[in-house]
């Protein structure tokens, strides 16, 4: 079909007085098609009025398409079972034409940003090999919108209370706080609705209001809204995981870190400048961080097992013998197990990261080899039977 263009020189090298066969010479096409566009007078394409080969089968798509769930691979088998002869290019050509079963594309948006207005946080599962063995971690990264500075950290598993940990942690990378957070509808932040309608769960709208910001989340669906720190998991996956050896979780995050500072004083295409760069910048509008922050952590209460050990996500901590019935108060940190034995006394331990079975005792927990732990003091309760019933007191020793 030729061109608008070419059936313009057409009719301009005719109005000239140049014969048919030299324009169809000089254009390359035959002298049918020259003949057509003089007749036609118009440089206008002509419209093609032909009936399409799946028309007559339209209602039959609409109605298979439903009880196929949308699936045109199904539809086209059920077609042509029932005697219809099209291929199923021709198929999807025509539902593409019409709009049949199929969304109607939308253009993205373009989103703007100003220095120390939004940071972006999300997760994102990925299988590396950690300690010689493979498995599945959660990625938790945050983006600075106007520098794109980035930061992350992996974890086991991300609960509330890894997500303030990292948050706390993203924010001292900063050295401050956005006006806002943008998260998805994420269950670890909301409380209910969706979009605008999010509403936080009290505890992390706590924290925001600790550090100065607040949390936002984009409408449902809508991606393109956190795109800054979408793409970040595709680079950690692509550059940062790739053929790495790591020997376990402190030594991933540390080398997440000093990955993140050497990403950050690198130039970016797409931005036309280094991270770093529009950081300082950026960082002047940052809110400065509280004059302390307090560390984040988590309150368990557990009962000291007859072996002397308090369990905390399968792993097992050693306490002094003599606090074995006794129930305790046990703080979980970051990088800490706090166990609250009295007024007076707590036993520290080094945090497990994740749930594996280990158990880990300090030395002084265990009399010497050979020499008998002293029993511990009678249980307030064995106290109370005995005072009740002195006829018990041989029972209650035994």
């Not at 021709?90 to 989103?111: S, V």
């Not at 939004?118 to 919108?145: F, I, N, Y």
């Not at 769960?201 to 720190?229: K, L």
């Not at 905390?312 to 940190?333: A, F, I, K, Q």
């Amino acid at each position: 079909m030729l061109s608008q263009a070419q059936r313009t020189t057409i009719l301009e090298l005719n109005a000239k007085g140049v014969s048919k066969r030299e324009i169809a010479r000089v254009l390359g096409v035959s002298r049918v098609a020259v003949r057509k566009v003089l007749r036609s007078k118009s440089a206008e394409i002509p419209e093609l009025h032909r009936v399409e080969k799946v028309e007559p089968y339209r209602r039959q798509i609409l109605e298979l398409l439903g009880t196929c769930k949308g699936n045109l691979v199904r539809v086209h088998e059920e077609l042509t079972a029932s005697g219809a002869e099209l291929s199923y290019a021709a198929l999807t050509a025509f539902c593409r034409r019409h709009g049949i079963g199929q969304a109607p594309a939308e253009p993205a948006g373009r989103y703007v940003f100003e220095a120390g207005e939004e940071l972006q946080h999300d997760t994102s599962p990925h299988e590396l090999e950690l300690g010689g063995k493979k498995r599945k971690v959660q990625t938790a990264s945050a983006v600075l919108c106007y520098s794109r500075m980035l930061f992350f950290q992996c974890y086991p598993t991300y609960q509330r209370f890894d997500c303030k940990v990292f948050l706390t942690e993203a924010l001292r990378y900063f050295s401050g706080a956005p006006a806002r957070v943008m998260i998805d509808n994420t269950h670890v932040v909301v409380l209910r609705g969706t979009g605008r309608e999010m509403v936080p769960v009290p505890e992390m709208a706590a924290f925001a209001e600790r550090f100065g910001f607040q949390f936002v989340a984009h409408a449902v669906g809508n991606a393109n809204r956190s795109a800054h720190v979408e793409r970040s998991f595709w680079f950690i996956e692509q550059n940062f995981l790739a053929g790495r050896i790591l020997t376990g979780w402190e030594d991933l995050n540390s080398q997440a870190r000093q990955w993140c500072d050497k990403v950050n004083s690198t130039y970016k295409k797409h931005i036309r400048a280094v991270p770093r760069e529009l950081f300082a910048v950026e960082r002047l509008r940052l809110k400065p961080l509280p004059a302390w922050i307090p560390e984040v952590y988590r309150l368990h209460q557990r009962l000291v097992d007859i072996e002397g050990y308090v369990a905390l996500h399968t792993n097992h901590y050693s306490v002094p013998l003599d606090r074995m019935g006794r129930r305790v108060e046990v703080r979980e940190t970051q990088d800490k197990i706090e166990i609250q034995l009295d007024a007076r006394r707590v036993v520290t331990h080094r945090r497990i990261a994740e749930a594996t079975y280990q158990r880990v005792m300090l030395a002084e927990h265990r009399p010497p080899r050979g020499q008998k732990a002293a029993r511990p003091d009678p249980h307030p309760e064995e106290k109370a039977i005995v005072t009740a019933a002195p006829e018990l007191t041989d029972y209650v020793a035994g």
